[in-house]
């Protein structure tokens, strides 16, 4: 199993709108960035990441599923574009701010701190597990 983070501000899609579309999921689509689709391309089904809430928040908030593959992405008729498709798991207990992550000298290295804004990032299993014990959760 890999592990991700996936960014979305929460006026665009939100946790709870995540959470909302239940085992079933949703496209996370709309990624126009080279890297960020690679790193889709990348992803199994059963792989987690992190739900991040960017903007205002800027703070990890739930733990995702990636539950489809990539495939095409249905916003656009550009082949170019792929999207996984991915489910809610849970809340996390304590959300884990982007400060608390740039305050932790394990995850400075950590390509949230380091590219912030691209929108769908690897997460190594480090870091996952220390950012589950920041949050309350079990890795």
């Known amino acids: 199993?890999?592990?991700w983070l996936f960014k979305?501000?929460?006026s665009t899609w939100?946790?709870?709108q995540q959470v909302a579309k239940g085992d079933t999921g949703e496209e996370w689509d709309g990624v126009r960035n080279y890297q960020a689709r690679n790193f889709?391309?990348?992803m199994s089904i059963g792989d987690r990441g992190f739900f991040y809430h960017s903007q205002k928040e800027k703070a990890v908030v739930?733990?995702?599923e990636v539950c489809a593959e990539a495939h095409p992405d249905s916003t656009t008729d550009d082949d170019r574009w792929d999207?996984?498709?991915i489910r809610a798991v849970h809340p996390v207990q304590?959300?884990?701010t982007l400060d608390d992550i740039k305050a932790h000298p394990d995850l400075s290295e950590m390509v949230l701190v380091k590219n912030s804004r691209l929108s769908v990032q690897p997460v190594t299993e480090t870091e996952w597990a220390l950012i589950c014990t920041l949050a309350g959760?079990?890795?």
């Open 1 to 3: 199993m890999r592990y």
């Open 8 to 10: 979305s501000e929460p």
């Open 14 to 16: 939100s946790w709870d």
């Open 40 to 42: 889709m391309r990348e």
């Open 62 to 64: 739930g733990v995702v």
């Open 83 to 85: 999207c996984v498709d």
């Open 94 to 96: 304590t959300p884990v």
């Open 137 to 139: 959760i079990s890795p």
